[in-house]
């Protein structure tokens, strides 16, 4: 695999002054949820990158969705290659790829957005026009050969033979375009196009066929998709790594802030729904019912995230490597403030008071 040419060095590994507690304490089996969100995905790299220096902390599996497909594609790869260095390798190759990529995107920021620090392409004329020209015009007529350059980053990061026989469990959403419900697809069945399907925002890409199925963004029915990790996982314990935020102050006035609000509120929607059944069958699941049960004693845990608060729809599309390294350290610091915070929750109950959404319902 040909190694990226970002100009960046790579990055050591950070080594922290309790690695020996670390290793010393009884290993936890966890799953993970990962959302979506373009380039802010790089966030998530921040947060896997920090918890697979826990020992203690064993993956069982990953649902993701989008960019948090990726991450978890990668990260089960990278597992497969080299344990948990290995998985943190591999993420830290993609990414550079993905940067190497964006440095041919004619969606760069603006001067002036570059001279004062904002990461957004509001300001990018060449964004500004795709823009409204997306409301015109579709990708098949605007990309009818529907190339998209993350397929090649997606062939040379990951290697998908491997990626079957990983010892992660994968679970990949796409919404399939005929239905309009999700499709989840395990590792034996993950390709590039099933990748570049979960991450297909119809208003740029062409939906993506499989098995005779158009298919678009997974977000639309579930991001990330819970179901399987109870159903499907020995592991009683999910950490949710989210991207949009749930709650945002104030009300949009801008057709930029209403529409990137109005992407946040139908993203969240049916993780919102399946964290509200989580909810309400353990007020209500019956002990002897195997099902109920199952999602009864299911934790959740949550690594906040409030940096995406400060961030635009546009800022999704920018890939330049200082902004990745900007989310990839916060989402190192987020991971960092919830492992100190609740560490000793897992494996013993969940962090996040689900009861409060039912709260009105």
């Not at 497909?69 to 790869?77: H, R």
């Not at 990529?101 to 002036?112: C, D, E, K, M, N």
């Not at 690594?303 to 800022?315: A, E, K, P």
């Amino acid at each position: 695999m040909r190694r990226p040419t970002s100009a960046a060095p790579r990055r050591q590994p950070v080594k922290t002054d309790n690695s020996d507690a670390r290793t010393a304490r009884e290993p936890v089996l966890i799953d993970l949820a990962l959302q979506g969100g373009g380039s802010h995905g790089a966030f998530t790299w921040g947060v896997l990158d920090r918890l697979l220096e826990e020992a203690w902390l064993e993956i069982e599996g990953i649902s993701g969705t989008s960019a948090g497909a990726m991450n978890a594609a990668v990260t089960a790869d990278g597992y497969a290659a080299g344990g948990r260095e290995g998985a943190r390798a591999a993420l830290d190759t993609y990414w550079r790829y993905v940067a190497d990529a964006a440095r041919f995107s004619p969606f760069q920021r603006g001067p002036l957005d570059v001279l004062l620090g904002r990461w957004t392409l509001d300001h990018s004329p060449l964004f500004v026009t795709m823009d409204l020209m997306s409301r015109l015009y579709s990708p098949y007529d605007l990309n009818p050969g529907a190339s998209n350059p993350l397929r090649a980053v997606l062939e040379k990061a990951i290697d998908f033979g491997r990626l079957r026989t990983s010892p992660v469990k994968l679970f990949i959403t796409a919404t399939n375009v005929r239905t309009g419900r999700g499709r989840v697809f395990r590792n034996a069945e993950i390709t590039p196009d099933v990748l570049l399907a979960s991450a297909c925002l119809p208003t740029l890409f062409q939906a993506v066929e499989i098995d005779g199925d158009s298919y678009w963004d997974g977000g639309y029915s579930g991001n990330p998709t819970m179901t399987p990790l109870v159903r499907e996982l020995k592991s009683d314990d999910t950490i949710l790594i989210p991207i949009n935020p749930v709650e945002r102050p104030g009300t949009p006035r801008t057709a930029p802030e209403i529409l990137n609000r109005l992407n946040e509120v139908s993203f969240n929607a049916v993780l919102l729904k399946e964290l509200r059944m989580i909810a309400l069958l353990r007020q209500v699941a019956d002990p002897g019912n195997s099902e109920g049960s199952q999602w009864a004693k299911m934790r959740i845990h949550l690594v906040r995230n409030s940096i995406m608060d400060t961030l635009g729809y546009s800022s999704k599309l920018n890939a330049e490597w200082k902004f990745l390294s900007l989310l990839r350290d916060e989402g190192r610091k987020a991971a960092d403030a919830f492992l100190a915070a609740n560490a000793d929750n897992i494996g013993q109950r969940s962090s996040v008071d689900l009861d409060v959404l039912l709260e009105g319902v």
